[in-house]
């Protein structure tokens, strides 16, 4: 079974509440070439309770109230380079979360543009997220 995307989803697996929430710039395919599957089922096989928003819809809270809060922390990427995510998309993920769930769990920023993030940070006045 996939990782779920939906609460009907969650609902098949009677999953009330999820651990952790992934929120990527990529479309979700389970498959051991993304990033984001991959991390998502390495916390499933470690009995955490995962669920995936894939490209959420930057201009309304639909897509990022999905799956509702998680218990744990949002894990967010920018995903692949893609021509359909936003600039800085991490940011623009952080912000978004932070926005419709005000004093949420952490956010945990994961891939290529989060590591290019902190090594650029010192320049950075855009960025507000603590790097771990």
Excluded: H
């Amino acid at each position: 079974m996939f990782l779920p995307t939906t609460r009907e989803e969650m609902k098949k697996l009677s999953w009330d509440k999820l651990d952790v929430i992934i929120v990527t710039g990529d479309t979700y395919i389970d498959s051991p070439y993304i990033g984001a599957a991959v991390i998502g089922r390495v916390l499933q096989a470690a009995g955490y309770k995962v669920g995936i928003i894939a490209q959420p819809d930057t201009e309304s809270e639909i897509d990022i109230n999905r799956l509702g809060e998680p218990t744990l922390f949002w894990g967010v990427t920018a995903g692949s380079k893609n021509t359909r995510r936003p600039d800085r998309a991490s940011i623009v993920y952080s912000n978004l979360i932070r926005k419709y769930f005000k004093n949420t769990k952490p956010i945990v920023l994961g891939g290529i543009e989060a590591s290019l993030l902190k090594k650029i940070r010192k320049n950075l006045s855009l960025c507000s997220i603590p790097f771990i």
